[in-house]
């Protein structure tokens, strides 16, 4: 009986130190939280909206590498998705408030691929497959 409780009691203590290792005292220096691009506006350098970032795409790694623009249509009817890669988009703040900005033309990403998000995969896939 005293060795199941003593291994009770260490397999305890194992799980308390496990549970510590995977949490952070502080956020990390210099971090963006995907709010700060979900959702958001983008623009063109003439400061004429593009369109909306419909999703933020994420390598096994965990490093942001591309977002999906939507683009065109109205409501989100007619809408094109196309990714861009991350390092495409720009911050500038005006007016104490953040822009997101991509030196291209809404008629410039009208052209490029589309995309579409397919959920078997849960990933996105070329427009037509």
Do not use: R
Request: glycine share 10%; aromatic share 8%; with cysteine.
């Amino acid at each position: 009986m005293n060795k199941l409780i003593a291994g009770c009691i260490v397999a305890a203590g194992m799980m308390t130190a496990a549970h510590a290792a995977e949490t952070m005292s502080a956020a990390p220096a210099e971090s963006w939280t995907v709010t700060n691009y979900y959702k958001q506006s983008v623009y063109d350098p003439q400061q004429n909206k593009i369109g909306d970032i419909d999703d933020v795409l994420v390598d096994k790694s965990g490093k942001v590498n591309g977002l999906v623009i939507g683009v065109g249509g109205f409501l989100g009817a007619g809408e094109k998705d196309v990714i861009v890669p991350f390092t495409a988009v720009k911050t500038a703040k005006k007016d104490n408030k953040w822009w997101l900005t991509l030196n291209e033309s809404k008629d410039g990403l009208k052209t490029a691929p589309g995309f579409k998000y397919d959920k078997a995969s849960t990933t996105w896939v070329p427009e037509g497959k």
